[in-house]
């Protein structure tokens, strides 16, 4: 199980390498900082992985699934069945994060992380089932402290499987109904923004449906106010798919991979995982600002600036899928523009002693 | 010789294309519009191409080069052999723009419209120069109106042979030192918007630069007031490599090709081409909000809404081509995602019976 305790913390960023970052980025044939985000994009990887000239190898999108016991309560647009059904979908390669991942060379697997379904041999999903969905975070805790170490425990197997398989960067997905509560109800407990800033429509519900959902937020919160400890909280009031996500996103910020967040969800259990071990976020690229409301929010909080901001909101790791290529971009700057020594260019008009 | 009056104008769009195209995104598992701007993208490409079905094949960047008699005016942070300079480095493959087009599986061509360098037989390098340098626009025209003419000709010629070869998709690029100069003064020539919001760093020049950047496109304004026909103000105030890609997008947008626009001297030109043929901009597809100045009006202008904002100000075609995943992303979205019907996934909650 991970505990902060065995936690091997992730490196503090080395001054000297975001200089000689920073020294290579301006010697490029290019007026210095005109890349824009995509040169701090090339930077913070190479932070993250401790050189001036970083790779991406065999990026993969991790896609977690859960039901939740909350989706008694009425909080989504969807049945709850829809999750099962996304899951198929997702296997059978059908679901936007398949073909965004497909489009931009990346693999993905789908893993169960509690859906209430027995899919029984289904080639291609990954059984990681902790249960048949949580519990109902407004009535008990969402899950046992035994089963967020449990998820927590099997998400940080499974980065750490994949990254020994030769992955190097890691994003991540989710699928299932009602989670946007979830994750709410953890960014409300993680940041104390107001629950206004933080609950949204999810997959599309009406206006009633949103007042209820911010109303069996704010009595989750006030049932689990004792739950102030990080993992006390997650399990109070995450997911099987959320505690999953936090706990590869752990063993992959340990072993300098490289982190895509997604979008409202994936950041939420960004949130638990950061609360866990701060230094987590050292290792996150933030792949786009959701459509959801809460995700502009909670990505203020973290200081994290998205690379993308096209209005997404559906999850799965779709706009995670969508920024790789930024992260391509980044790195081909790096490895392979010319600098104005090799390709004899003068720099400015002042250097070439000219008026 | 492109004249208005030759032009087969672009199709308007076709109410029924637009509603198959909305039937069919919303007919695809995930909440309708929960992939936001990416729809928007689909449905524009289907429109552009005049299909529910579009495809991009061989996307091609073109790079046109020029120089600037303006740049005698001190408006530049950068020598002026920069240009001749940086299409060595664009032909070898080591500049910003052939990274990332590389990155991105796409296709560069550099055009000479008119470098004031003999660059003698240089194999890559596309030959159409209309002459060695423009004009100084704050002195006399830019070009000639015949000049002028033969440069938008060119570029139609350069797009229509690209077409020929099985391409449908243009992205547009430039180099030119002192040629944000030129797009300053053509953007306040057909917005009427004000200088201030028009004239930017270019490259990264000083305060006292930008104050005589603004000075200069003020003169040249004022001395060119009687050129307010599209083709005379693109003479007056343009550039070879700006009137060329003007052409080459009028080309492109005649044939339903797509055009990616880049930064602000391509939309400059895009105003010039939209001035000679309004339709043109039914063609376009916005890459990027850059960092220089000018760009944010003009595109407001044009009721354009940019894809990214990383903060780029390199020209060069490096917006449009960091910008193609997002198309084929699009593109994937409509051909290759499940419907709720085919994936036997249940639809919103209330077309299910439930409560």
Chains 1, 2 share one sequence.
């Not at 989710?174 to 509560?181: D, F, L, V």
């Not at 995450?238 to 996103?249: K, P, T």
């Not at 790096?334 to 003068?346: E, H, I, N, R, Y």
Request: hydrophobic share 50%; net charge neutral; glycine share 10%.
């Amino acid at each position: 199980m991970i505990s902060p305790d065995d936690l091997p913390r992730a490196e503090p960023d080395d001054p000297t390498l975001l200089a000689r970052l920073a020294a290579r980025l301006d010697a490029k044939t290019k007026p210095a900082g005109s890349l824009g985000r995509l040169e701090d994009l090339a930077a913070r990887l190479g932070a993250i992985q401790g050189t001036d000239a970083p790779t991406l190898r065999a990026p993969h999108l991790m896609v977690f699934a859960g039901d939740h016991g909350v989706a008694a309560e009425g909080v989504s647009a969807y049945p709850r069945e829809v999750t099962w059904q996304m899951v198929m979908n997702l296997v059978a390669g059908g679901a936007a994060a398949c073909v965004l991942a497909r489009a931009n060379g990346m693999a993905l697997s789908v893993i169960d992380a509690g859906v209430d379904h027995d899919f029984g041999v289904l080639p291609g999903l990954v059984d990681r089932k902790i249960a048949s969905g949580t519990a109902n975070l407004a009535v008990s805790a969402a899950m046992t402290v035994a089963q967020c170490d449990a998820a927590l425990d099997a998400g940080a197997q499974l980065a750490r499987d994949r990254l020994r398989q030769g992955c190097n960067v890691i994003a991540f997905g989710e699928m299932g109904i009602a989670n946007t509560t979830a994750a709410s109800a953890l960014a409300a407990r993680f940041t104390a923004l107001p629950l206004a800033d933080l609950v949204g429509r999810g997959s599309g519900v009406d206006d009633a449906t949103l007042a209820r959902k911010e109303h069996v937020v704010a009595r989750a919160l006030a049932l689990h106010a004792g739950a102030t400890a990080a993992r006390d909280a997650l399990a109070a009031l995450g997911g099987f798919e959320i505690a999953m996500i936090a706990g590869a996103m752990l063993a992959a910020a340990q072993a300098r991979a490289v982190i895509v967040v997604d979008g409202f969800v994936v950041t939420a259990a960004l949130l638990a995982a950061r609360a866990i071990d701060p230094t987590v976020t050292r290792a996150c690229v933030y792949s786009h600002l959701s459509g959801e409301r809460g995700h502009r929010a909670v990505l203020a909080h973290l200081g994290a600036t998205p690379l993308l901001d096209l209005g997404l909101r559906l999850g799965e790791g779709s706009g995670a899928a969508l920024a790789l290529p930024l992260l391509r971009a980044a790195v081909a700057i790096l490895a392979d523009m010319a600098t104005f020594d090799s390709a004899g260019v003068a720099s400015r008009r002042c250097e070439k002693g000219r008026a």
